[in-house]
């Protein structure tokens, strides 16, 4: 598995988790990078995506204002902020890298297809 998602869990409405994501045996920090989540009889939706510097950033609006992507290519990591989570959140979430994209740029796919490296991903349930 090229992608290794954590932090999953069990928050109450309002509250916030971060997870994390770690590349497993070669380094995506080039690469343009994204967070997805599928809910049960869901397709696979996009959450957020993030260029391969960090200077482009892009949110699907259900979480605008309340997630933030970032990255740390030094740790080859990346991250998602999850405040104010809602129960509509709930899903499993995964982090995926796009190698077609690993030039200058910051144009972000927001298309599971785009994405080639995935993670197993992480359950994350918010309570009413």
């Known amino acids: 598995v090229p992608l290794v998602e954590s932090g999953g869990g069990l928050v109450q409405a309002g509250g916030s988790l971060r997870l994390s994501c770690a590349a497993s045996?070669?380094?995506?920090?080039?690469?343009?990078m994204g967070w997805f989540r599928q809910a049960p009889g869901n397709k696979r939706e996009f959450v957020a995506g993030?260029?391969?510097?960090?200077?482009?950033?892009y949110y699907a609006d259900s979480v605008k204002g309340r997630f933030t992507i970032s990255r740390d290519n030094a740790k080859n990591t990346l991250y998602l902020q999850m405040n104010s989570a809602k129960p509509e959140d709930t899903a499993v979430y995964f982090c995926a890298a796009a190698t077609s994209y690993c030039s200058e740029g910051y144009y972000v796919p927001k298309s599971p297809n785009e994405y080639n490296k995935w993670g197993q991903g992480t359950q994350v349930t918010v309570s009413s």
């Open positions: 045996g070669r380094t995506f920090s080039g690469c343009v």
């Open positions: 993030i260029s391969r510097s960090g200077g482009g950033v």
